[in-house]
């Protein structure tokens, strides 16, 4: 398998218990450590981002709490008129 464009090494220090870990994983998916390394910090990029993104929506729902029951209880006679 060729490098992709653009790879970097790097020198990971793992405490002994985490690196054992790793190691029975590599055994247990029969795959090389490398790439269980980079899908793990992939993986972790997501969730990251997940999370930053679900923190900016609930900061503009917050935000925008007031404007919207502004707007509901302005178009509340709408909702019985159709009744």
């Given amino acids: 398998m060729s490098k992709a464009s653009g790879s970097k090494k790097v020198i990971v220090?793992?405490?002994d218990a985490l690196y054992q870990d790793m190691q029975r994983a590599v055994h247990e998916l029969s795959v090389k450590r490398?790439?269980?390394?980079?899908?793990?910090?992939?993986?972790?990029l997501r969730r990251l981002a997940r999370r930053k993104l679900a923190g900016e929506l609930a900061?503009?729902?917050?935000a925008n709490a007031a404007l919207n029951q502004r707007i509901s209880e302005e178009f509340i006679h709408v909702?019985?008129?159709n009744l």
């Fill in 13 to 15: 220090d793992f405490p």
């Fill in 34 to 44: 490398s790439v269980l390394i980079r899908e793990a910090v992939s993986q972790y």
């Fill in 59 to 62: 900061g503009g729902y917050g």
């Fill in 79 to 81: 909702d019985s008129e």
